[in-house]
T-cell receptor, first 111, second 115 residues
Framework: GNSVTQMEGPVTLSEEAFLTINCTYT??????LFWYVQYPGEGLQLLLK?????DKGSNKGFEATYRKETTSFHLEKGSVQVSDSAVYFC??????????FGTGTSLTVIP | EAGVAQSPRYKIIEKRQSVAFWCNPI?????LYWYQQILGQGPKLLIQ????????DSQLPKDRFSAERLKGVDSTLKIQPAKLEDSAVYLC?????????????FGEGSRLTVL
């Protein structure tokens, strides 16, 4: 079946540090991959996505590359800001438009 | 463009009581989802609608949960009777049908506390 595994948190970084949040997936077929972000008190919103192998999704300085050979979609940002403090969810969708989410990784960035 | 609307934002009830949540998806979005998000966990799909038909309700506890989407627009999720373990945030999401868009648009959620 389809599933997503992402690194557990919480993660605490200093401002301007490099961020990596690992995500691996199991899927039949060729899923689309997503990172969603949930800021405090808000709903989930799409951060970035990739729909096929070797695609790179990017937004707000965040990047993730769809790696079919390693079944991974790790989230990276070169220099985090306090405003990036949130919970990050890796997700995949299959051909039936069904979505599977990881457990979320909480990030706190301190000044 | 208006986003996904949900109400109420917060609800506190006693166990064995009933509760209903309402969702209005983005206009034109044929697919509607209800997710349950327990604290510290990722969203878990409860039910997926395509227009007013059910696509997947395999994880919906049908002895106590029910959902409907009349006329293929608004949807309601009901819990009766509620249990302590139902305390969670109930998220509604919608999407355009088909790929590659595939993106889910979420509402702010309805936080349920069962005492």
């Amino acid at each position: 079946g389809n599933s997503v595994t992402q690194m557990e948190g919480p993660v605490t970084l200093s401002e301007e540090a490099f961020l990596t949040i690992n995500c691996t997936y199991t899927a039949t077929g060729y899923p689309s991959l997503f990172w969603y972000v949930q800021y405090p008190g808000e709903g989930l919103q799409l951060l970035l996505k990739a729909t096929k192998a070797d695609d790179k999704g990017s937004n707000k300085g965040f990047e993730a590359t769809y790696r079919k050979e390693t079944t991974s979609f790790h989230l990276e940002k070169g220099s985090v800001q306090v405003s990036d403090s949130a919970v990050y969810f890796c997700a995949l969708s299959d051909t039936g438009n069904q979505f599977y989410f990881g457990t979320g990784t909480s990030l706190t960035v301190i000044p | 463009e208006a986003g996904v609307a949900q109400s109420p934002r917060y609800k506190i009830i006693e166990k064995r009581q009933s509760v209903a949540f309402w969702c209005n998806p983005i206009s034109g979005h044929a697919t509607l989802y209800w997710y349950q998000q327990i604290l510290g966990q990722g969203p878990k799909l409860l039910i997926q609608f395509q227009n007013n038909g059910v696509v997947d309700d395999s994880q919906l506890p049908k002895d106590r949960f029910s959902a409907e989407r009349l006329k293929g627009v608004d949807s309601t999720l009901k819990i009766q009777p509620a249990k302590l373990e139902d305390s969670a945030v109930y998220l509604c999401a919608s999407s355009l049908r088909g790929r590659p868009t595939g993106e889910l648009f979420f509402g702010e959620g309805s936080r349920l506390t069962v005492l």
